[in-house]
C-alpha cells in the first residue's frame, strides 16, 4: 500500500497548512481507521488525530485540540489533516498511516497498530 502525504511547508506562527494523505489506487482509505502522527527532532512519535472507519471515534492530542481537524474526501481517497493557529512546536515531520488490521483503538492511537505509513512531510512554523 502507498501512502502519499503532502502539503507541508514553513509557515510563519498562527498560521494555516493542510496536510493531504492520498492512497495508490487499489486501496480505499475510508475502508480503515486512520492516523496522523508527528515527529520533532529529538522526540518520540506522538500521535496527533485519527478517525476510525465509521468516523464515530477520533482521538485528538491535547496540543492539538481546537486546531487541527481530520477529514475524508472518500471521492478523492484522500484523508486531510488541517492545521490552524500553528505554533513553532508543532514543528515536525508529519505521518499518515493507515491500520487495515482493526487493531484495538488504543494501538490505532499510538502508532503501535497502524500497519502502513506515508512518507512523511516537513511542517516548520517559525517565531
Known amino acids: 500500500v502507498q501512502l502519499q502525504a503532502s502539503g507541508g511547508g514553513l509557515v510563519q506562527t498562527g498560521g494555516s497548512l493542510r496536510l493531504s494523505c492520498a492512497a495508490a489506487?487499489?486501496?480505499?482509505?475510508?475502508?480503515?481507521?486512520i492516523g496522523w502522527f508527528r515527529q520533532a527532532p529529538g522526540k518520540e512519535r506522538e500521535g496527533v488525530l485519527c478517525?476510525?472507519?465509521?468516523?464515530?471515534?477520533?482521538y485528538y492530542a491535547d496540543s492539538v485540540k481546537g486546531r487541527f481537524t481530520i477529514s475524508r474526501d472518500n471521492a478523492k481517497n484522500t484523508v486531510y489533516l488541517q492545521m490552524n493557529s500553528l505554533k513553532p512546536e508543532d514543528t515536525a515531520v508529519y505521518y499518515c498511516?493507515?491500520?487495515?488490521?482493526?487493531?484495538?483503538?488504543?494501538?490505532?492511537?499510538?502508532?503501535?497498530?497502524?500497519?502502513?505509513w506515508g512518507k512523511g512531510t516537513q511542517v516548520t512554523v517559525s517565531s
Open positions: 498511516a493507515v491500520d487495515t488490521r482493526r487493531s484495538a483503538w488504543s494501538t490505532v492511537v499510538s502508532g503501535v497498530g497502524m500497519d502502513y
Open positions: 489506487s487499489g486501496f480505499t482509505l475510508d475502508y480503515y481507521a
Open positions: 478517525i476510525s472507519k465509521s468516523g464515530g471515534s477520533r
